[in-house]
């Protein structure tokens, strides 16, 4: 089946006299008939449900759905897109191991990976998306578990050359974690590149009406976790009862694991409501992807074409520095435009403040237009400094084109610009 029928059918198929639509199974928990049913259940935990800590049939239902959208073997909902890069690497890496990660990712993956991991001791080796293959290689150590990137940069909108990464972890017997929140499995399948692990932010387009906060973790079940590097995966899980999870669970090793031993111990499970919420975004989000590119490459032109406007990145737009590897990665460059109007921060604000239909939020990825100013807002506790050497320009605006009609946002545009 393709994206659109996925979108709407995979994950549940309901049986004679069943609801149409997935159930919200509002419950902790799960009754036996006998003690030994229960222990049974222990001893081979994949079999049934004990407890929504950790395990659901509502989260489970939409689990199934992204699971086969991405094209991978499974899938692990969590309660947000940073529990998920959380527990993706955590999966794979402890204290003394280092992950290399593109420094082109979202800020809050950032802060995750160069302070939090660092007091876990995990030390993380930042490269820039555009090095070289060999560059990259030469950044991973012996205790290297993992590579990291973003298909499409937020809020750089650089392009992750996914084949590059992925033979440079290839190379050194490690995984590709790829956050593909931008992107969305309709635009990118990294799976198909050669990316090892897929996470997402849920709370973006995959919801995309922001009602929900939420993550989710997919193995494509390709990567052999038995090449010596990865004893936590063939070697005895003394909390579980001595299971090894490459012997027992095959490809889907990974994502069982993650499950068992993580989401058992930190319980970042969403619950079922919001699993519910999610999958309503999920059922149109095939059809809302294309409207979105279509309406940010016109917004993107309008906004090239104006003599207030210094430069605009949009990788759909002709001429972009990442264009051609947008051609080959994706089918359409998402809704997300970065532009920096001259003036700087003042006109930035200036031009913010006096849009109406947009709304000024922290947010992004939205149904309805959105725009944010890093430079004053997620990044204002930064220096001059500092903020160039993140790439952020004070005049640097994120605008978030949703899915009005696209003239009636050029209109509130042309309005705005005119206030400058
Ligand atoms: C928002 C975002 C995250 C974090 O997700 P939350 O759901 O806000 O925790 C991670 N990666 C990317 C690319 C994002 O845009």
Known sequence: MRDETLCLHAGYTPGNTEPRVVPIVQSTTYTYDTTADVAAVFDEPTQSLIYSRFAN????????????????????????????????????????????????????????????????????????????????????????????????????????DIEKFANAAHKNNIPLIVDNTFATPVLCKPFDFGADIVIHSTSKYMDGH?????????????????????????????????????????????????????????GCYPAAHSAFLLNLGLETLAVRMKQYCENALTVAKYFQASDKIDSVSYPGLEGDKYYELAKK????????????????????????????????????????????????????????EQLAAAGINPGLVRFSVGLENVEDIIADVEQALAQI
Not at 351 to 366: G, I, P, W
């Open 57 to 160: 049939p509502t989260v489970m239902a939409i689990e199934a759905k992204i699971a086969e959208l991405e094209g991978g073997v499974g899938a692990m909902c969590t309660t947000s897109g940073q529990a998920a890069s959380l527990l993706s690497i955590l999966n794979i890496c402890q204290a003394g191991d280092s992950i290399v990660a593109s420094a082109q990712i979202y800020g809050g993956t950032i802060n995750l990976l160069s302070y939090t991991f660092k007091k876990l001791g995990i030390e993380c080796i930042f490269v820039d998306p555009d090095a070289s293959e060999e560059e990259i290689c030469a950044a991973i150590k012996p205790n290297t578990k993992a590579v990291f990137g973003e298909t499409i940069a937020n809020p750089a909108l650089s392009v992750l």
């Open 210 to 266: 922001a009602v929900q906060v939420g993550g989710v973790i997919v193995d494509s079940g390709k990567f052999d976790w038995t090449n010596g590097k990865f004893p936590e995966f063939t070697e005895p899980d003394e909390s579980y009862h001595g299971i090894c999870y490459t012997e027992t669970y095959g490809k889907a090793a990974y994502i069982i694991k993650a499950r068992m031993q993580l989401m058992r111990d930190f």
């Open 329 to 384: 990665y994706l089918k359409g460059a998402s809704g997300v435009i970065s532009i920096v109007i001259k003036g700087g921060k003042e006109n930035a604000i200036k031009f913010m403040d006096s849009l109406k239909l947009a709304s000024n939020e922290v947010h992004v990825a939205d149904i309805r237009t959105c725009v944010l100013h890093p430079a004053g807002e997620t990044h204002r506790q930064l220096t001059e």
